[in-house]
């Protein structure tokens, strides 16, 4: 993949596909991670020389063309408080004549933020027509959003058929970090799997587990699991669909998958909820489960000792509701614990969320923006923004 140093950008206007789908309440950006994490990449472009660094993202999933509650204008402030210098935010459709003829009338050293790029017919379809338009933004263009690298959307792999490009520094720390994953990780290497559904993970699950030495299965997908041996699971989530998968999966790999062996139910899905622990094959009827329980917490903690690789997707419980945090909580404070020693890779909204809430995000080698691109990724997939990279 080409990086940064690849591409002169001297005196040059540079295209950069950030991600900055953060979330907005009220008009205001409750989280700027993902602003932050742009920032290295603009830094390094106007040291360089670039005379105008013009930033273009989308945000949410608008259907119908623009609507002011997808607008991209409240990151504008964010952006230029982290940054620490004026950012110009262009409204109306980032491939108009009106925005090319702000961008062009940008003073040299300005830095700019264009509106959704979803708001542009075609984004989603890699339209030829507006790949050009977008083109005609730069001089050069960088891919700076592994979040979309997964997508082959004309703001993500279009306009690098049409400029100069190359990775940013974002995107090629991810593509490394995740490659160490693939790559002759060190051993033992500990994959840790948790959410609702196995059928959003069964690629990821099948594609590492020849190479793991432990997969610890958490969250809503090891009650699937659970149900594929014949345990009693009560109204927990599970999906029906996918107990032949897990019985193949626990036929092939049943020495290296470890599941909770109880449980923390509740008789309602709320933080409100009666709770009690029960062994994870024994959950009553009329009660679900909504975390790992306190023997398990105990168990993959055990089975991550010593762990030379780890990578962790995905909560352990529901994790929103307190009462049923204990468990993600447990495999955070695991993780961290691990020391230098360890390589590990957190990724997915609520592992991030707790391993930040822990305090010691610094602690782990690298965390990842990436949520579905990183999955892709693992799953052994090329990824049309990477590929368009090189």
Do not use: C
């Not at 049409?162 to 002759?184: D, I, R, S, Y």
């Not at 062994?279 to 168990?299: C, K, N, Q």
Request: hydrophobic fraction near 45%.
């Amino acid at each position: 993949m080409q990086n940064l140093n690849s591409l002169n950008v001297s005196g040059k206007r540079v295209l950069v596909r950030v991600d900055y789908n953060v979330p907005v309440k009220d008009g205001v950006v409750q989280d700027d991670t993902r602003v932050t994490a742009s920032l290295p990449t603009i830094r390094a472009l106007l040291d360089a020389g670039a005379r105008n660094v013009i930033l273009m993202s989308h945000f949410g999933r608008p259907k119908n063309g623009p609507e002011e509650k997808y607008s991209l204008k409240p990151v504008a402030p964010v952006l230029e408080g982290v940054l620490g210098q004026p950012v110009t935010f262009i409204a109306g459709a980032a491939d108009s004549d009106d925005t090319l003829a702000a961008v062009q009338a940008l003073p040299e050293g300005a830095v700019a933020l264009l509106e959704n790029v979803r708001f542009s017919a075609g984004e989603e379809k890699n339209d030829a027509d507006l790949n050009a338009r977008l083109a005609r933004l730069g001089d050069a263009f960088v891919l700076d959003a592994f979040g979309s690298a997964h997508r082959a959307h004309s703001s993500v792999s279009g306009v690098a058929g049409l400029l100069p490009h190359a990775g940013g520094l974002l995107l090629e720390a991810e593509v490394t970090a995740l490659g160490k994953l693939l790559n002759n990780p060190a051993h033992p290497y500990v994959v840790i799997i948790g959410g609702a559904k196995v059928s959003d993970k069964l690629l990821v699950i099948e594609n590492l587990l020849p190479t793991v030495d432990r997969m610890l299965i958490g969250g809503g997908m090891a009650y699937t699991f659970v149900k594929a041996q014949g345990g009693k699971i009560g109204k927990s989530i599970h999906e029906d669909d996918f107990l032949d998968k897990a019985r193949e999966l626990l036929a092939k790999y049943g020495e290296k998958i470890v599941l909770p062996t109880d449980t923390l139910v509740a008789d309602a899905f709320s933080n409100e909820a009666n709770t009690r622990v029960v062994p994870t094959a024994e959950i009553p009827d009329d009660w679900e489960g909504l975390d790992i329980g306190p023997d398990s917490r105990e168990a993959f903690t055990q089975a991550l000792a010593g762990a030379k690789t780890v990578f962790w997707n995905g909560p352990m419980g529901v994790f929103e509701f307190e009462k049923f945090a204990g468990g993600t909580n447990a495999i955070a404070q695991a993780v961290a614990d691990l020391g230098k020693g360890t390589y590990s890779v957190i990724g997915g909204g609520d592992s991030v969320s707790a391993i930040n809430k822990s305090g010691q995000a610094d602690r782990v080698s690298h965390i990842s923006t990436g949520g579905g691109a990183s999955l892709e990724l693992l799953e052994g997939k090329a990824l049309p923004g990477v590929e368009a990279m090189k």
